[in-house]
């Protein structure tokens, strides 16, 4: 299983743990983009289908069990959430897309301020965009991928839950969606494969998201 775009060096993963280990505060939720912060930091923002991991692979990444609530019912996460890491970091949790226990008004106003958000704001470097590796890319992921293409949104793909795969299927899936980004020009080439119950992945996802970080 290939679990990084690259063999980062044992300091570059040691810098990024120690980052993600520095105190990680919930600034705010935001339903509409009236309510953003202002975009002092470089922000990295999680996007996926519902219930794909998003809050399970941002606790793993800052080593915490309830930074980011998880919940097995889909499409729980309703604002943007950011969290401010140790100040040279805004992490963004953002609404899941492809199912959600809501009216379809709201889910519309949803994916409105989130297609805003991503086309908008001037901060954001990276968008790691997850995909369940059970699933592979689906309908709502390739969406997501063109109008991260046409908003010019460089973005990285993330395979999550690795390890409820066989060693042949994780190296199915991987060739499979590494292929599928090579149509979408804003896609990093490289993806990571994670698990967060495995804690696989998370020391090399946590090294590339580093590098985005305002200098110590």
Known sequence: MTSGPRDASDAAIEAARHL?????????????????????????????RSNVGKSSLLNSLTGRKTLARTSNTPGR????NFFN?????????????????????????????????LRGRPNLQRLCLL???????????????????????????VLTKMDKLSATEQEQVT???????????AALPELITTSARKNSGIAELRADLATLANPQ
């Open 85 to 117: 890491l140790a100040g040279r970091l805004m992490l963004v949790d953002l609404p899941g897309y492809g199912y959600a226990r809501a009216s379809k008004t709201d889910i519309a106003r949803w994916n409105e301020t989130l297609r805003s958000y």
């Open 20 to 48: 993600f280990a520095q105190d990680c505060t919930f600034v705010r939720g935001v339903a509409s983009l009236d309510g953003l912060p202002a975009p002092s930091l470089p922000e990295v923002a999680f996007a996926g």
């Open 131 to 157: 995909v369940d590796a059970r699933h592979g890319v689906k309908a709502g992921d390739e969406e997501m991928m063109t109008m991260l293409d046409t908003s010019a949104v460089v973005y990285r793909v």
């Open 77 to 80: 996460t309703r604002e943007l």
């Open 175 to 185: 060739a499979k969606v590494a292929a599928a980004l090579k149509s979408h020009p």
